[in-house]
């Protein structure tokens, strides 16, 4: 037993430090993944703000938060001045703090009363018939096979799913930073070292 776990250590450590080196990369790909849905959602946002401001505000069929107009502000800017800031890698850990505030919020006042799913399973009896006759209502009354030539038809579940996993994205990246070698807070922190 202690020579298989001589080997199996001999083995780590050969291959985990030298990997070190590389460990900006996967901070990097989390924070480029994030990038477009934060640019996005916020410049949609902005871009409707009125939309989104009484969406905010409206309690019969939006979210019914208190201060809408300053949520929307808050929120619309904080994730597309977000989606830039982590595509610099510049103050990665600052900015994930107001995002994952806001897929908090997205969590339990948008996506709570879906369930966990984002799409929902075709698998299911139920949606399958649903998701049937609504293939068929495009058929027969709409370009079926322009409007699926991106992608397949689907229902929309819009459960937490989505929401939950750039939470977490966001999680590790407030604790990692933007990355070594890949971000611009690395190489202010080489400049301007932490004198403590």
């Known amino acids: 037993m202690n020579a298989i776990a001589g080997l199996y250590y001999n083995i780590h450590n050969f ?6 080196h590389l460990d900006g990369l996967a901070p990097l790909a989390l924070r480029l993944y994030l990038v477009p849905i934060f640019w996005m959602a916020g410049t949609q ?4 703000i009125d939309s989104t401001i009484e969406w905010f505000g409206n309690p ?9 107009e300053l949520l929307a502000y808050m929120a619309a800017y904080t994730e597309a ?16 703090i107001p995002l994952i505030v806001t ?4 969590i339990f006042a948008v996506h709570w009363d879906s369930g966990w799913a984002a799409i929902a399973d075709s698998s299911s009896q139920e949606v399958a018939v649903r998701l049937g006759a609504a293939k068929d209502i495009l058929r027969e ?5 322009w409007l699926t030539e991106k992608g397949s038809f689907v229902i929309l579940n819009n459960g937490i799913e989505f929401a939950v996993t750039y939470l977490l994205m966001l999680f590790v990246l407030l604790f ?4 070594r070698y890949v971000s611009v807070d690395y190489y202010l ?8």
């Open 45 to 48: 946002k902005l871009a409707g």
């Open 141 to 145: 009354h709409g370009n079926y096979s």
């Open 103 to 106: 897929m908090l919020v997205a």
């Open 189 to 196: 922190s080489r400049l301007f070292p932490n004198p403590r």
């Open 15 to 20: 291959i985990f430090p030298r990997l070190q």
């Open 176 to 179: 990692t930073g933007g990355g």
């Open 81 to 96: 001045i977000g989606a830039l800031l982590l595509l610099l890698g510049l103050a990665t850990r600052w900015i994930s």
């Open 60 to 68: 019969e069929w939006g979210l019914g938060l208190p201060a809408p």
